[in-house]
């Protein structure tokens, strides 16, 4: 079962605009995570905000949490081509004596040259 | 230091086959989790090793199985391949319990 959603499904916007992407999940969490992914190809992390965080930065990136409201959202500003791939947010959730990552179905972001 | 690599990239199979993927986790990572990832979805946990035990898995049948090695490498098998397994299948390693887990390349997978 899925526990993020991702929000939008696709974004497209010029090169220097900023992106928004927000995530909603379903149950408590202890942190929360947003991954990467070009084409297709492996996740890279990007960045990880613990429960008793409301901000987080890293370069570029900026992402925020609201337990109460059981969101996320990540802004990437001044946008580049590269920045072109799927953002998924991830929330570690126990699974026997594991601790898996769950996935939403992420956003498509496309950055115009 | 290596990173996660994942053999082979691609692979094509007719359904009923046998298939197993392979994976070599980052140096220093005793945990590694195998995912699926179907297209246009997120990534989906089939199960996880730590110190070659399986110690969690996900909503999969058990023709998914799983070794991990001394060497903390680790095998997918997947038994009596049916069409819907075709995917993106994504080895991820951490050291230990770390929330956070660093991702191979995948291996494409296509059940004709």
């Known amino acids: 079962s899925q526990q993020g959603e991702e929000d939008p499904q696709a974004l497209s916007i010029q090169e220097g605009e900023n992106a928004t992407m927000n995530c909603s999940y379903k149950?408590?969490?202890?942190?929360l995570q947003w991954y990467r992914q070009n084409s297709g190809r492996g996740l890279v992390h990007l960045i990880l905000?613990?429960?008793?965080?409301r901000e987080k930065h890293s370069g570029r990136l900026r992402v925020t949490l609201d337990t109460s409201k059981k969101s996320s959202s990540l802004l990437i500003t001044a946008s580049r081509a590269a920045d072109t791939a799927s953002y998924f947010c991830?929330?570690?959730?126990?699974?026997?004596?594991?601790?898996?990552?769950?996935f939403g179905s992420g956003t498509q972001l496309t950055v115009l040259p | 230091e290596t990173g996660v690599t994942q053999s082979p990239t691609h692979l094509i199979k007719t359904r009923g086959q046998q298939v197993t993927l392979r994976c070599s986790s980052q140096?220093?990572?005793?945990?590694v989790s195998w995912y699926q990832q179907a297209l246009g979805q997120g990534p989906q946990f089939i199960f996880q090793?730590?110190?070659?035990?399986?110690?969690g898995r996900g909503n999969f049948p058990p023709r998914f199985s799983g070794l991990q090695f001394p060497n903390y490498s680790s095998e997918l098998n997947v038994n009596a391949l049916e069409l819907d397994d075709s995917a993106l299948y994504l080895c991820?390693?951490?050291?230990?319990?770390?929330?956070?887990?660093?991702f191979g390349p995948g291996t494409r997978l296509l059940v004709l």
């Open positions: 991820a390693s951490s050291p230990g319990q770390q929330e956070t887990q660093y």
């Open positions: 991830a929330t570690p959730i126990s699974s026997g004596s594991a601790r898996q990552l769950t």
């Open positions: 149950t408590s969490i202890n942190n």
């Open positions: 140096s220093g990572h005793n945990t």
């Open positions: 905000i613990r429960s008793n965080e």
């Open positions: 090793y730590y110190r070659e035990e399986e110690n």
